[in-house]
């Protein structure tokens, strides 16, 4: 029986849907450099490569479907009597929406916005952006970046997301391999703050110690069973 639940989601929880995670074999890290196409600096000195990278990304990213890791959160946060579930995300896909999960932070950002660097505006852009494209509210052009935090960059929704550590009493990290920070110190936090914690992946992650449980398995199988005996439980 528990109070508030977090879920923390990486790129794992997205493999089963066919996006590539970032840093595993196959990823998306092993065929792009981050100082290429992540980070301010690459923005600044190519931004056609950038769009390029982030408008192919995208098209990908709308094509996918949730998978049932994704849809157990929805039954969860049906289900659950005993306080909220929240999904913190690094990933900036939208399957957790399409599963119709709620409580959703994108600390990442996500694929269909984008933000003007010259006046902070968020819009919605869904189709492609390039360096012509001009911003809906102050008309320049070339200011639009893909809203999505490059290295270097300030997490989005951090006040909430850090009051939601201090309080929730479950933090389930979901498919994540603690390689970035600070969403790989969210487990400690929380687990400070009187929470159980608890890793679904493929292997041991960098950060396992930071859980009391671990479930080695892939997470469109592991998860949802977990969520059922949850939902027993409470
Ligand atoms: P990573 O690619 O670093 O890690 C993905 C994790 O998911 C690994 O630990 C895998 O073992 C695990 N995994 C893969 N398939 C799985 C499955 N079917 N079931 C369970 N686990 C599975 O991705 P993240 O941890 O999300 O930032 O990376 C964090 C951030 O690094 C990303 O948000 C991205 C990247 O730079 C931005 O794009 C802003």
């Known amino acids: 029986m528990y109070g508030d639940i977090v879920i923390l989601s990486g790129a794992g929880i997205s493999a089963e849907s066919g996006i590539p995670t970032f840093r595993d074999s196959d990823g998306l890290w092993n065929n792009h450099r981050i100082e290429d196409v992540a980070t301010i600096e690459a923005y600044e000195r190519h931004p056609e490569q950038v769009h ?6 995208k098209i ?15 039954e969860l ?24 999960n709620r409580n959703i932070y994108h600390i990442h950002g996500q694929i269909d916005q984008a933000v003007c660097m010259n006046c902070g505006r968020i819009t919605d852009a869904r189709g492609e952006v390039t360096t012509e494209t001009l911003c809906a509210g102050c008309g320049m052009a070339a200011t639009l970046k ?9 997490l ?5 997301v850090d009051a939601l550590l201090d309080k ?30 608890i ?23 592991t998860f949802p069973r977990f969520i059922k005996e949850l939902l027993a439980e409470s």
Request: glycine residues 8%; hydrophobic residues 40%; charged residues 20%.
């Open 52 to 57: 390029d990278f982030y408008n192919g990304l």
């Open 60 to 74: 990908d990213l709308q094509k996918a479907r949730p998978n049932p890791a994704h849809l157990a959160i929805t």
């Open 77 to 100: 946060q049906n289900g659950y009597r005993n306080g909220t579930v929240s999904v913190v995300t690094q990933n900036v896909d939208l399957l957790h929406e399409k599963a119709g």
């Open 199 to 221: 890793e679904f992946n493929l292997h041991a992650t960098v950060n396992s110690y930071d859980f009391d449980r671990h479930v080695i398995g892939r997470a469109g199988e």
């Open 156 to 160: 989005l929704r951090m006040n909430e």
């Open 146 to 154: 893909p809203n999505i935090v490059f290295f270097g960059e300030n």
């Open 168 to 197: 929730c009493r479950l933090l389930i990290a979901v498919g994540t391999s603690g390689a970035v920070y600070p969403a790989n110190t969210f487990a400690r936090i929380a687990r400070y703050h009187g929470a159980d914690t």
